[in-house]
């Protein structure tokens, strides 16, 4: 399937970061419904959170932010060098809460490891119009 409406972003290992994120993700606020929209902006906060907790003084890191939508859903993918699965669950504010967030409120997501970087991958279906 293609992707439309694609968005690439680099942020960096900054606090306002994920605050960025969220604000890039305005333009699919018309394709969810609303409570599937407040999860999307959520899920990608709680990534990037993740991911500046796991490298704070890495200066030539990012985090890459990349989104696109079809007919059917919203995929969004967040990289970073940090992200490891979690071993157990997590509680709010430890490492894995994100990627377990994820895991409860996405329709569909994956993890894919890379020699430089790690990216956590998610779907959530598009409200129907």
Same mark, same amino acid.
Request: net charge negative; hydrophobic share 40%; aromatic share 6%.
């Given at each position: ?5 694609? &968005? ?9 970061? @994920? ?6 993700? &305005? ?25 500046? =907790?796991?490298? @704070? ?32 669950? @997590? ?25 430089? =970087? ?6 959530? @279906?598009?409200?129907?119009?």
């Amino acid at each position: 399937m293609t992707m439309t409406d694609e &968005i690439t972003v680099d942020l960096p290992l900054e606090q306002e970061s @994920p605050g960025r994120a969220r604000e890039h993700l &305005i333009a699919y606020r018309g394709l969810l419904d609303e409570t599937s929209f407040i999860d999307l902006r959520l899920l990608v906060s709680e990534l990037v959170v993740e991911a500046l =907790k796991a490298t @704070p003084n890495a200066q030539d890191r990012k985090i890459e932010l990349r989104a696109g939508h079809d007919d059917h859903r919203v995929h969004v993918e967040v990289s970073s060098a940090a992200y490891r699965l979690p071993s157990r669950h @997590p509680k709010p504010g430890d490492m894995g809460w994100g990627i377990c967030l994820v895991e409860r409120l996405s329709g569909r997501w994956g993890f894919r490891h890379e020699p430089d =970087k790690a990216t956590v991958w998610l779907d959530l @279906p598009c409200a129907a119009l």
